[in-house]
């Protein structure tokens, strides 16, 4: 099991499999190299598979000199380690630790490798060499979805090095939380916050909520005033602002109901363009499906009712514990399943958190979550050019939309789910395995081979 804190964290855009994670492997492994600081003389980076075939799209590479930089994805200071990463760029030199400078050459020192690595399609090592070019140490790291990274060591074990907390009420299915919510007479949120006393106080509880809350709606107005083209070769517009002054030209719903849509639009884009731009967002609970889950937030806050913080808590309680079961019995890598375990996956805990504030039973909490998740199986991860931009924005929208409307059929439904949320979860895993590599992350098939012509 997670902490809530752990499927909802604070990341740098544009991706949590690509960027975060590789961010925190290369902080990590500052850890191991610290023993043999004195004798380091270079610092070499091999990345495979999606890692490798999206990584320059993605930022791996910058992501990975920020993290041997000593910097991680929540605490990073954008404009302080822009500097630092130029500085690193210009001069071919690398300071570990604040102690020792190495020489760092970063085209050729960090290698793309077009093969995989055996236990995961996100794979990469790290090694530091001596003087004599005999290697130090080294690890292998695989970064499985969400900024989640496990290291070799950890994925064959199946052992992590994180102490288990024991948790008042364990659930690994949604049949077994179900029950537990039944027998105890609560609600499936309150379920997952017994749990998450065990991690941290309830005041703790409510100040991450709200600073979750914060960075979202940060993150929503710096992509409604940001103007301009995205940066990457494809020469993108932005869309959230201009599209807010027509809708701000004509804000009653009386004229065109359908124009609540405009808005959920709206609120995806702002923040997916941000996370394309490498902006600061919520990975909830990947980047490339950061937009989902704070438009259908906002939906709720501004048509249906402002948002409480006892709503709040209940919304990302829900919808986290949704995400853990994906992480859990499936995956949330789209180099592992595709973009049915970013989007997809974001779409089900939204749909499911917002059934639960909007009064829904628990069982329709989960019908919920089940039908979203069911109307995105075989959706692919296709980025052009290896970038969060196309068909990522856009498909952040459809997924909020999705959502909603999911939540909308289970508060109407007054059966029992043909289909559990258990076992939509196992099929998204299988139809993902099933799928072609080229279809993964990797822009080798696809929407990835649509040609664009350059714009004059």
Same mark, same amino acid.
């Given at each position: 099991m997670y902490s809530i804190f752990e499927i909802y964290k604070i990341g740098l855009g544009p991706s949590s499999s690509h960027t975060n994670g590789p961010m925190i492997a290369s902080y990590s492994f500052n850890q191991i190299m610290e023993p043999h600081l004195d004798n380091i003389n270079r610092i070499v980076v091999d990345l495979y598979g999606s890692l490798s075939l999206t990584g320059k799209g993605h930022q791996t590479n910058k992501a990975i000199l920020l993290g041997l930089l000593g910097y991680k994805p929540e605490s990073i200071e954008m404009e302080?380690?822009?500097?630092?990463?130029q500085a690193v760029l210009s001069s071919k030199k690398l300071t570990l630790k604040n102690k020792k400078t190495i020489y760092f050459d970063y085209d050729v020192d960090i290698k793309f490798h077009q093969?995989?690595?055996?236990?995961?399609?996100?794979?990469?090592?790290?090694?530091a060499f001596d003087n004599n070019n005999e290697a130090l140490c080294s690890e292998t790291y695989y970064s499985v979805g969400g900024g989640f990274i496990k290291t070799?060591?950890?994925?064959?074990?199946?052992?992590?090095?994180?102490?288990p907390v024991k948790l008042p009420f364990p659930f690994t299915?949604?049949?077994?939380?179900?029950?537990?919510?039944?027998k105890q007479g609560m609600c499936l949120g309150s379920v997952v916050l017994q749990n998450e006393l065990q991690y941290r106080t309830e005041q703790e509880i409510y100040s991450k909520s709200s600073q979750i809350w914060k960075v979202m709606s940060s993150c929503l107005k710096r992509g409604l005033e940001t103007e301009g083209v995205l940066e990457g070769g494809l020469n993108l517009l932005r869309r959230a602002p201009p599209l807010l002054k027509k809708l701000n030209a004509n804000k009653s719903l009386e004229n065109d109901p359908m124009q609540i849509l405009d808005w959920i639009n709206l609120y995806a884009?702002? $923040? #997916?363009?941000?996370?394309?731009?490498?902006?600061?967002?919520? /990975?909830?609970?990947?980047?490339?499906?950061a937009g989902v889950i704070p438009a259908v937030l906002t939906y709720y806050d501004r048509f249906i009712h402002p948002i409480a913080t006892k709503q709040l808590i209940d919304f990302l309680a829900v919808s986290a514990a949704i995400g853990m079961l994906y992480k859990n019995n499936a995956s949330i890598s789209g180099a592992e399943v595709g973009c049915q375990g970013e989007i997809g996956v974001s779409s089900s805990m939204a749909s499911g958190g917002l059934t639960a504030i909007l009064g829904g039973t628990n069982e329709q909490v989960c019908i919920a979550a089940e039908i979203a998740?069911?109307?995105?199986?075989?959706?692919?991860c296709d980025p052009m050019a290896g970038l969060v931009q196309v068909p990522c924005i856009e498909r952040n929208a459809m997924g909020a939309i999705k959502?909603?409307?999911?939540?909308?059929?289970?508060?109407?439904?007054?059966?029992?789910?043909? $289909? #559990?949320?258990?076992?939509?979860?196992?099929?998204?895993?299988? /139809?993902?395995?099933?799928m072609n590599k080229k279809y993964r992350e990797t822009s080798l098939g696809g929407l990835a081979l649509i040609h664009i012509a350059p714009c004059e």
């Open positions: 302080k380690t822009q500097k630092e990463f093969d995989y690595l055996t236990l995961h399609e996100n794979g990469m090592s790290i090694t070799a060591g950890e994925f064959e074990s199946g052992v992590s090095t994180s102490a299915s949604a049949e077994t939380w179900l029950d537990i919510a039944e884009f702002a $923040i #997916s363009e941000e996370n394309a731009a490498g902006g600061q967002v919520v /990975t909830s609970p990947t980047n490339g499906a998740m069911e109307h995105s199986l075989g959706m692919t959502a909603i409307n999911a939540s909308r059929m289970a508060l109407k439904c007054s059966n029992k789910a043909l $289909i #559990s949320l258990d076992k939509v979860i196992e099929t998204m895993y299988k /139809t993902g395995k099933d």
